[in-house]
C-alpha cells in the first residue's frame, strides 16, 4: 500500500469507503510506532540543565537507519545541539516541521509513576515531555517512513532545537540554518501542545537578570553600607507600576488582553542585622504585538538607572548588571493566510484559528520570512507539572494530520495552495 494511495483525498469516482479503511489501517499501525518512539524519547531525561546530546545522537540514529542524514547545529561549547534534516529535494520549497528535545524539571514533583518511563493507564501516556513536546515530536519520527516514500516534489524539513524551555535559546541559531537552506520552507509548523488547534499569534517575550551589588555593614550603621536589597526592591515597585499602566492598550485576542510585565524571583540578605551587599532578581515582558519595544526598554532602563544612581551616591563601587536571559518575538500570522488555511486543513480543524498566552520559536521563524503556525497535539495545561500526560487518542489525530501533509508531497508546493 502506498502513501500516495492512503494519504491524498480519492479521486473522482474512487472508492471513498475503501480509502477510508486503507487510511485507518494506517494510522493504526503508525500509533503503535509512535507510542513504541515516544517511550523511547520519554526515557531521555533531557531537562534544560542537562546536555541534549544523547536524545539528539538517538534521533539522529533513527533517521540514519531510514536513509535520512541530520545535521548538528551545536551550541558555543558542545554541550547542546539542535537537529537539522531534509526529506525530499533540497532545491524545492518545503514544510518545516518544528520541535524542542528539552523538558522542564521534575524535581519536587509528586508523581503517580516513574517520570522518565511512560506509562499507560486509561489510554492516557504518562511522562515528562508527553505533552511538552515530545508527543510531536514523536509522531514526526514515526512517519519520516512515509515522508521519505511521498517527497518526491515537497520537502520536508525536520526542526529540532534545544533550550525551549530557557526562553528558545537554541532556536535562533537553527532558524538561522533553516532560512539559510538552498530553499527555504514556504511554511513551518510548530508543534507546541494545542490540542490540535492551529494557532496564529502569540505575544513576545523578553526576561532579564539583574545582579545588583551594594556595600555590606552592621545595620546599625546604614549610613555607612548601600542596601542591594532595597535597590532591588524598588526596581520591583517600579516595574510593577510600569506594567499597571501598560493595561490600557489592550487585544481581546490574548489572555491577558495587555502587555505584561512580571518579577520573578528576588533574593539576597542573610541576616537581619548585616546591610546586603548583593542582590538578584529576575522579571519579564510579554508584549502585545506591535508594542513600541524601544519606548518600553527605555522605561524600563530608566526605573535601573534610578536605582543604579542611589545605590551609587551611597558607595562608588556599587552597581547593577544587567543579564538578557531570553528574547524572541512574537507571532503574527494572518487568519486568512493561505499558510492558516492548508494546516487547518491538515489538522482538521474547522475552527477560527486562535492566539496563544505561551511563547515559542515560531516567531522568529516569521521573522525569517517563513510563514508559521502553532498547531500540535497534547494540551498545554497539562505541562510542566506532575504526572503529565498526552491521550493516545490525541496522537492518532497528529498522526492523521501527518498522514494528510504526507498525501501532499507528492505535487510541488505552489499546488498545495492552488
Known amino acids: ?53 544523547p536524545i539528539v545522537a538517538y534521533i539522529e540514529a533513527y533517521l540514519a537507519r531510514e536513509g535520512i542524514s541530520a545535521r548538528r547545529i551545536p551550541n558555543a561549547d558542545g554541550t547542546k545541539a539542535s537537529l537539522l534534516a531534509t526529506i525530499g529535494p533540497a532545491d524545492q520549497p518545503g514544510i518545516a516541521l518544528s520541535a524542542h528535545t528539552d523538558v522542564v524539571p521534575v524535581a519536587g514533583q ?21 505533552s511538552d513536546m515530545k508527543g510531536f515530536l514523536a509522531v514526526v519520527l514515526a512517519y519520516v517512513p512515509l515522508f521519505r516514500q511521498a517527497a518526491t516534489h515537497t520537502p520536508i524539513h525536520l526542526c529540532f532545537s534545544y533550550d525551549e524551555e530557557l526562553g528558545c535559546l537554541g532556536a535562533p541559531d537553527l532558524v538561522g ?35 545588583l551589588t551594594g ?4 545595620s546599625a550603621l546604614v549610613n555607612r553600607a548601600a542596601n542591594a536589597v532595597e535597590a532591588a526592591a524598588e ?8 506594567g499597571r499602566s501598560l493595561r490600557t492598550e489592550t487585544n481581546d485576542a490574548f489572555d491577558p488582553p495587555w502587555t505584561s510585565v512580571h518579577v520573578g524571583s528576588l533574593h539576597g540578605g542573610s541576616a537581619l542585622n548585616l546591610v546586603p551587599d548583593r542582590a538578584v532578581m529576575e522579571f519579564e ?88 503556525l502553532v498547531c500540535g497535539p497534547g494540551d498545554i495545561g497539562r505541562a510542566h507539572k506532575a504526572d503529565e500526560w498526552i491521550g493516545r487518542d490525541e496522537l492518532g489525530a497528529a498522526g492523521t494530520m501527518m498522514t494528510r501533509l504526507a498525501g501532499h508531497l507528492g505535487r510541488p508546493f505552489a499546488s498545495i495552495f492552488a
Open 285 to 372: 515582558a510579554r508584549t502585545l504585538l506591535g508594542t513600541d519595544l524601544d519606548a518600553l526598554n527605555a522605561r524600563i532602563a530608566l526605573i535601573i538607572d534610578e536605582a543604579r544612581a542611589r545605590l551609587v551616591a551611597q558607595a562608588p563601587e556599587a552597581g547593577i548588571a544587567v543579564t538578557t536571559l531570553s528574547d524572541y518575538p512574537g507571532l503574527d500570522t494572518p487568519e486568512g493566510s493561505p499558510a492558516t488555511r492548508l494546516v487547518a486543513a491538515l489538522a482538521g480543524d474547522n475552527a477560527a484559528p486562535v492566539t496563544l498566552a505561551f511563547g515559542t520559536e515560531a516567531g522568529l521563524y516569521a521573522r525569517a520570512g517563513i510563514p508559521t
Open 1 to 53: 500500500m502506498s502513501i500516495q494511495a492512503v494519504a491524498a483525498a480519492p479521486a473522482a469516482g474512487s472508492p471513498a469507503d475503501a480509502a477510508t479503511r486503507d487510511a485507518a489501517t494506517l494510522d493504526a499501525s503508525m500509533l503503535d510506532r509512535t507510542v513504541r518512539l515516544l517511550a523511547d524519547l520519554v526515557a531521555f531525561p533531557s531537562e534544560s540543565a542537562r546536555s541534549n546530546l
Open 110 to 130: 509528586d508523581w503517580m509513576s516513574d517520570p522518565w518511563t511512560l506509562t499507560e493507564r486509561d489510554g492516557r501516556l504518562y511522562g515528562r515531555g508527553s
Open 177 to 211: 540554518e533553516v532560512a539559510a537552506l538552498p530553499v527555504p520552507p514556504a511554511l513551518c509548523i510548530v508543534g507546541e501542545p494545542t490540542a490540535l488547534k492551529v494557532a496564529r499569534a502569540h505575544k513576545g517575550k523578553f526576561a532579564r537578570r539583574l545582579t
Open 215 to 218: 556595600r555590606g555593614g552592621h
Open 235 to 242: 526596581i520591583t515597585v517600579g516595574l510593577g507600576v510600569l
